[in-house]
């Protein structure tokens, strides 16, 4: 059973960093496509970085790039995101994803385990 824990979320004020932890367990860690989602209230869960299987080529939405950054530790299981420069904007709960089958795009477009997820608060 795949199962997905992430940790590191916080309060924090505008212009700190985060670094957001995610462990997975149940299958082959290294196989398969990992990523980060958010969410806020009402609305719909949004990708905002992903990697792929493998030594991993990250993607990121538009809206973190140059600010966050993926990575993974295959020997760890875990999958990282550093928050940089945080803004109000990027307060949300944010989910841990992994592809269901193996491989898988750096945007983890087909279908995913989640985690529980983790809440980010970012105060202006």
């Known amino acids: 059973q795949v199962q997905l824990v992430e940790s590191g979320g916080g309060l924090v004020q505008a212009g700190d960093s985060l670094r957001l932890s995610c462990v997975a367990s149940?299958?082959?860690?290294?196989?398969?496509?990992m990523g980060w989602f958010r969410q806020t209230p009402g609305k719909e869960r949004k990708f905002v970085a992903g990697?792929?299987?493998?030594?991993?080529?990250?993607s990121y939405a538009d809206s973190v790039k140059d600010r966050f950054t993926i990575s993974r530790d295959n020997a760890k299981s875990t999958v990282y995101l550093q928050m940089n420069s945080l803004k109000p904007e990027d307060t949300a709960v944010y989910y841990c994803?992994?592809?269901?089958?193996?491989?898988?795009?750096?945007?983890?477009?087909?279908?995913?385990?989640w985690g529980e997820g983790t809440l980010v608060t970012v105060s202006s």
């Open positions: 149940g299958r082959p860690f290294r196989v398969f496509a």
């Open positions: 994803a992994q592809h269901k089958d193996p491989l898988g795009n750096g945007r983890l477009t087909g279908e995913k385990y």
């Open positions: 990697v792929t299987a493998g030594d991993g080529v990250a």
